[in-house]
């Protein structure tokens, strides 16, 4: 028996991604849950599991190619088809001849009223690869899990398919009545070659996905930026005192890690800040874990790795994953998994330069904090003139949810953590 194996939904919108090569070629003999095909979605390189067993018959793209979800991606043929039949024992004495001569069985046609067997849907819910959490709740969500394209590993079904799925069933809102039924895109009728050469590259994987995220999350999100300061003078001689410590554990200190240590406990303080607003019930979620994805700079564009629980992690800990997380986005190695789930997000382009910015929000959250350069500056302290080190901070907000005296009550607090280490390390969990 031939089966497909097709690009599974791996969720977050995700709806296509790019081959970046085969594990296995024609002719060779697979097993469930083997790796066999290499794809970069718009966030990750991503090894897929073949969910069947048997010999590869057709590959039907090759590197390079884009498939989107539902593509076939490998036509295999099940063991139960290329294992030889084992004949009954009292057969296997039958003459080659009098095997040779025996008639085929007629098969019995169906009659026109007459329906091939249908799967009972309990069956075919069965054979879902998925948890009893997970079945438990898309009974819950009222949503037949056997509808449900998994993206764990085998295609197993998670908790976060189930929800996704939910969200995609619930009717959409209604939409206002626009004067035109087709928008024409903004570029349409530009010329752009009537005054020169120009050269045009296809966008798409992270850059294209990015393009879609922050179109959405501007044109959803009413934003609101309120800008700070910190003094992170004694911050700095921290890192610095401490940054021997931290390499003899093979792990880079740097501002960053207080940086969302101190978010996560301004979290934990500010609970709105850790929410999320849900446009289908209309209802605001309160979070009670605190991940924090930060945004990483790679060659293929912006990727946010998350910390999970930062809130119970040390400050060498949060560093270290800060480390292994960067690195693997950077070479693509990252799980998508562990790109998803964040419930607050730093932007921090110190390292680049630059006094001010205005971060737009990664929805669904409702807020994000963006660090830049620290620089030495003349202020006033005391009454007198002294030079400290200053770092512009700034968060914007989604103001359906947060309003501009939640945002200063919070952006103080994260100020008064950086500007007094010892303060974080007392307050701080």
Not at 22 to 35: S, T
Not at 104 to 119: R, V
Not at 242 to 247: D, K, N, P, Q, T
Request: hydrophobic content about 40%.
């Amino acid at each position: 028996m031939r089966e497909v194996f097709r690009l599974p939904d791996v969720g977050e919108g995700i709806a296509e991604a790019e081959i970046v090569e085969y594990l296995v070629n024609v002719g060779d003999i697979v097993k469930a849950d083997q790796n066999v095909v290499r794809v970069e979605t718009d966030k990750a390189v991503v090894e897929l599991p073949s969910p069947f067993s048997g010999v590869v018959v057709e590959i039907p793209h090759k590197p390079g190619d884009t498939v989107r979800v539902g593509d076939p991606l490998l036509v295999v043929e099940t063991e139960a088809a290329v294992r030889p039949a084992v004949p009954r024992r009292e057969e296997r004495a039958r003459p080659p001849e009098e095997e040779k001569a025996r008639p085929l069985p007629a098969l019995k046609p169906l009659k026109p009223e007459e329906k091939p067997p249908e799967t009972p849907p309990a069956a075919a819910a069965e054979r879902v690869l998925a948890t009893p959490h997970t079945r438990r709740l898309a009974r819950e969500l009222g949503i037949d899990i056997a509808t449900v394209t998994g993206s764990g590993r085998g295609g197993r079904v998670t908790d976060e398919d189930v929800r996704e799925a939910a969200v995609r069933k619930a009717p959409p809102p209604p939409r206002a009545p626009t004067a035109a039924a087709v928008v024409p895109p903004a570029t349409a009728g530009f010329d752009f070659e009537k005054y020169g050469p120009t050269k045009r590259v296809l966008l798409k994987g992270v850059r294209k996905r990015t393009a879609e995220v922050m179109a959405r999350a501007w044109s959803t999100i009413p934003h609101v930026t309120h800008f700070d300061e910190a003094d992170v003078t004694e911050l700095l001689q921290v890192v610095e005192r401490e940054r021997g410590l931290a390499e003899e554990r093979k792990v880079k200190l740097t501002v960053l890690s207080f940086l969302i240590k101190a978010a996560a406990e301004a979290l934990r303080r500010f609970p709105q800040f850790n929410a999320s607003l849900d446009e289908t019930t209309g209802e605001l979620v309160y979070k009670e874990y605190f991940n924090v994805g930060f945004a990483t700079d790679t060659e293929a564009g912006l990727m946010v790795p998350v910390i999970r629980d930062v809130d119970k992690k040390s400050i060498l800990q949060i560093a270290g994953e800060l480390q292994d997380l960067s690195r693997r986005a950077r070479d693509r190695s990252i799980e998508l998994d562990e790109m998803r789930g964040g419930t607050f997000t730093i932007s921090n382009v110190g390292a680049l330069g630059g006094r001010w910015a205005t971060p737009i929000i990664v929805h669904p959250e409702v807020a994000i904090l963006c660090s830049l350069r620290a620089r030495k500056q003349p202020v006033v302290r005391n009454d007198e003139i002294v030079i400290r080190t200053i770092m512009p901070l700034a968060v914007s907000f989604d103001h359906r949810v947060l309003d501009g005296a939640d945002a200063a009550r919070f952006m103080s607090y994260i100020v008064a953590l950086l500007e007094d280490p010892m303060r974080m390390l007392v307050e701080v969990a």
